[in-house]
């Protein structure tokens, strides 16, 4: 089966397509416009230090209402004995590329001068079983948080939510604060080799191969579970078939789309918060 997306790019039609699984790109019989080998090139990484990255990412949260509190943690894997990390008293809508710390497996800190939060010991648990993973978030946002009180599971009936389709676990107990051993194990076991985690009466855990990943997995996590809490208001929910579920969640998960968003984010955020550089 074939499944194909097409969209104006400078008033000319841009076609994705995915025959099997395997995807190809073509453009309309009567235009010029780019061909998605093209959009890829100008959705590469931005070139920015992983500290700013970091602090770009907590202040992107901050902002989409992720953190009320200091609650909630964003890690980024350094080498297999340390992880960057955004300091405790910061929160995340104050931190700078300048304040962000490396601790090692202990919570040490090896760079910087700053307490992390404690919460990120159950990041630990997770990179120690997952060799994949290079960047952690986990945070407490409204509709997340509400959804994790019903004890229900994401949906996936909106296309958006669809990268969240068969990569979402789902732990359906509360075993407290996660600031010892027996959360993380809970959570890592929860986690599988997904790229997500609901966590009953607590909050969510996104992991990416990348922290772009990762912050954009977290970003529609909280907007996948606001579409659900709106939705079930009004009715019962409409499922995607799970054909174009899959090539969906494929495409969207592809890395320029994935560097693209993040970067209009970077964009957004050095903006209209110029401080973060500092």
Known sequence: STMAWCWLWNNRTVCYASVKGRPFSATSQKSK???????????????L?????????????ARDGHCATLAGQITVRHDQETYWTAPLKEGFANVTQSTVIRVNNKMDVVEG??????????????????PDVKAIVHTHPPFASALSMTGKALAVAHMDASVFYEDCGHLQVWPGVPIADEEGRLISEALEDKRAVLLD??????????L??????????????QMQMIAEATGALKPIQSGPAQV?????LRAPVINGTFNSWAHEILRVCPDVTT
């Open 201 to 210: 009466n607590h909050g969510f855990l996104t992991v990416g191969a990348t």
């Open 49 to 61: 230090s992983v500290q700013l990255k970091l602090a770009i990412a907590c202040r992107k949260l």
């Open 113 to 130: 001068n700053a307490i992390p939060n404690p919460g990120m010991q159950f990041h630990l648990w997770v990179y120690k079983s997952r």
């Open 33 to 47: 416009g780019p061909m998605i080998g093209d959009v890829d090139m100008d959705l590469a990484p931005a070139n």
């Open 248 to 252: 969906a969640h494929d495409f969207l």
């Open 212 to 225: 772009e990943e990762a912050v954009y997995l977290a970003v529609l996590f909280e907007n996948a579970a």
